[in-house]
């Protein structure tokens, strides 16, 4: 995972992109232009951490649902939520 710093340069790049690529437009057509660029950096960096945190989410949700007679299920639950492709 890249630090802070790398993440607000990739974002600042992508929003300079879209300013440069659409110098000729209109104030509000170059506004949404940015506003896209930023929606889609933001979701490059943290898509995949979201999918994470929704796996883990996931996982002890099911643990928490477990009965007492398949508690010994919760450690192949977890492995099985870390275990997967991101």
Do not use: W
């Amino acid at each position: 995972m890249k630090d802070k710093d790398q993440l607000y340069i990739d974002i600042a790049k992508a929003c300079l992109a879209a300013i440069n690529q659409n110098a000729g437009a209109s104030p509000q057509e170059a506004y949404e232009k940015v506003y896209e660029a930023i929606d889609s950096a933001m979701q490059e960096q943290f898509g995949p951490m979201m999918k994470a945190y929704d796996r883990a989410r996931n996982a002890l949700n099911t643990i928490a649902e477990l009965g007492e007679e398949d508690f010994d299920k919760a450690p192949d639950i977890a492995l099985a939520a870390l275990n997967e492709p991101h």
